[in-house]
């Protein structure tokens, strides 16, 4: 029976904890089953019951895995490559790393596109009922002086008489874009989808490539640190951007390269799958033997990197909302309060 794909801080958690167990000299049959005992969500203890009998049975960790297709496909392939070499306990750490940094990072956008999105609808928000509730006091103050608004007050003032006029549209318009909201939450496969569709057409610019230019180098770091050959890291790691068509491209133009016999550094430089300033500092760490450790810094690096930029773009939508909004909230102010206070000086 297909059961509900794990999270990645489902995954970075089982992962951690079997490594740990491993560790400790427990087999990993007798680990599924004692983390199997502790775990209190149904679903996740029947995956792990379920891959404890596997296991028991003779089956191997990753193809256990893979039969509850709960696990994406890159745990499996980079387990089974790890326990072939007789280092699962180093692919499961790496995994529980990887999985976790992803986590965090998860964390981290949602955090930062929450807020900007909840100011812009509070924003937009008061902007409305300024225009569709305070002007029309204002008009009708000034019809009492003999007065009526004009320019760019009288423009604000029809702009909101047409948005009231079209309320039960907006209205819903709005219960379209809440419902959507909703389902997009609620259910993983309309979301799916939904990111499906931005992937493949705005998934891999700006702040969305150094995202997935930091994931390819942190997955080839923990393919390489765990026993794999350059090659079979490259075609794993590039299993993680097939949602990305264009990254994956990137991917699979420096695998060919590489199998044309070019040099890792040049063949990554050439294809554009890390910044040219990392494939010379690659490029360093191979001359002198240490290949793996100038990945794992590269890696660390550009991970650094895509939150700083993440943090950088949030802290220009941020003022830039603010101070966009303030200054239509001041010019349908001014433009109200100055002819007001006009006609009070003309009275007066």
């Known amino acids: ?16 904890g079997l490594a740990l167990q491993i560790h400790a000299g427990i087999v990993v049959g007798d680990g599924l089953s004692l983390l199997a005992e502790e775990e209190t969500d149904g679903a996740r203890k029947a995956i792990l019951t379920e891959m404890a009998n596997k296991v028991d049975d003779g089956a191997a960790l990753a193809a256990a895995m893979r039969e509850t297709e709960a696990f994406p496909d890159y745990v499996c392939g980079l387990l089974d490559v ?21 986590t965090r990072l998860d964390r981290r956008i949602k955090s930062a596109l929450l807020y ?28 009492n002086l003999g007065g009526s608004l004009t320019g760019i007050a009288g423009g604000l003032l029809s702009l909101g008489q047409a948005l009231d006029r079209a309320m039960p549209v907006l209205c819903v318009l709005l219960g379209v874009v809440v419902a959507f909201m909703v389902v997009f939450a609620a259910s993983p ?12 057409t705005m998934g891999d610019r700006g702040v969305s490539r150094k995202i997935n230019t930091a994931r390819f180098a942190q997955s080839l770091s923990m393919g390489l640190c765990s026993g794999l050959p350059i090659e079979d890291a490259l075609t794993l790691s590039s299993s993680l951007l097939e949602h990305v068509p264009s990254a994956k491209s990137r991917c699979d133009d420096c695998i060919k390269r590489l199998e044309d016999g070019e040099p890792l550094a040049a063949a990554m430089r050439e294809s554009e799958v890390l910044p040219r300033t990392e494939c010379r500092l690659l490029e360093i760490g191979l001359r002198s033997g240490s290949g793996d450790n100038a990945i794992e810094q590269i890696a660390r690096r ?11 773009k949030v802290g220009q939508v941020e003022p830039a909302l603010v101070m966009v909004t303030s200054i239509l909230v001041g010019l349908i102010l001014l433009s109200v309060m100055l002819p007001l206070m006009n006609i009070m000086t003309a009275i007066g």
């Open 302 to 312: 550009l991970s650094e990197d895509s939150e700083t930029a993440l943090e950088e």
């Open 116 to 143: 900007p999105a909840i100011l812009l609808v509070i924003m937009l928000a008061v902007i409305v009922i300024l225009l569709v509730q305070v002007l029309p006091i204002f008009n009708e103050v000034y019809e």
């Open 82 to 102: 790890g326990e072939r070499a007789g280092r699962t306990e180093e692919a499961l750490s790496a995994l529980a790393r990887h999985y976790e940094d992803r």
């Open 1 to 16: 029976m297909k059961k509900r794909k794990l999270t990645n801080e489902e995954v970075s958690s089982l992962c951690e």
């Open 189 to 200: 496969s309309f979301r799916d989808r939904v990111m499906s569709v931005w992937r493949r």
